[in-house]
């Protein structure tokens, strides 16, 4: 399949989450360098901060300090999901550093949502159910986790592969092959099944169905927003995009 530009017969486009990048991409960029190291520097800070607090929510939630040892599913959960936060930051080409601490608080907070999943998951399972969560379903849950992390990253890659603006600050091209050939929010789709995941390591049915309401509410709203942006900028090719594709379940949705 093709990611063509502006003079292909069909320009394609990432759907998910192609913005225009705000930074200099091309070699020559002023300042591309610090920039880089600074937005890796408020990541790594934002993920240890989130790190902590997920640690302290569960061993709050289940009253014990061992958890993670008796339990290697959860373990294995977080672990691949630090892993996909520092790859996240590294592969994706919209991340624009935010001023100072306003921009590193605002990026904290917009992680709340899914802090309070991570501490409701383990409260519901030890306050309302007791017991133990069958394995079966622990490593459905990691299965899961691991599946999104290739949806979202492999995504993230392919815009970057696919869509680059050139150094000559040409129009990015629509990209419509690999996942994108398929449904339109991959990179969101896989988000939002390795947040689910969390609910099935705890066999917590009710953060897991508020979890699933939520991610459908927010998956629509940021759909729409994206597909208005993308059909303003592509017009005609991006509406035929529109017709053959799924928003984020092939042949259902």
Not at 19 to 33: R, S
Not at 76 to 94: C, H, P, Q
Not at 163 to 178: A, C, H, M, W, Y
Request: proline share 7%; aromatic share 12%.
């Amino acid at each position: 399949m093709e990611g063509g530009d502006g003079s292909s017969p069909e320009p394609r486009k990432p759907t998910g989450e192609l913005k225009a990048p705000t930074g200099g991409l091309g070699p020559a960029a002023a300042g591309a360098a610090p920039r880089r190291w600074r937005r890796v520097d408020i990541r790594v800070t934002e993920l240890i901060v989130f790190l902590v607090a997920v640690v302290g929510a569960v061993a709050l939630g289940l009253g014990i300090t061992q958890y993670f040892t008796e339990y290697p599913y959860t373990l294995a959960y977080l672990i691949a999901y630090a892993g996909f936060r520092l790859a996240d930051v590294m592969v994706r080409e919209d991340f624009e550093p935010p001023p100072d601490t306003a921009g590193l608080s605002g990026s904290i907070l917009r992680q709340l949502p899914v802090l309070l999943l991570f501490a409701a998951a383990p409260f519901e399972r030890t306050y309302i159910y007791g017991g133990e969560v069958a394995r079966w379903v622990q490593a459905m849950g990691l299965l899961m986790e691991l599946i999104g992390l290739w949806l979202a990253l492999g995504a993230r890659i392919q815009l970057g592969f696919f869509s680059s603006t050139p150094d000559t600050g040409g129009p990015r091209s629509l990209v419509r092959n690999g996942l994108y050939g398929r449904i339109r929010h991959p990179i969101w789709l896989g988000e939002f099944l390795v947040v689910f995941a969390w609910t099935l390591e705890f066999g917590a049915p009710l953060s897991a169905a508020l979890t699933l309401a939520f991610g459908i509410v927010m998956g629509r709203i940021r759909a729409a927003g994206e597909e208005a942006e993308m059909l303003a900028l592509f017009g005609d090719p991006y509406a035929r995009y529109l017709h053959d594709t799924e928003c984020f379940i092939p042949g259902i949705w």
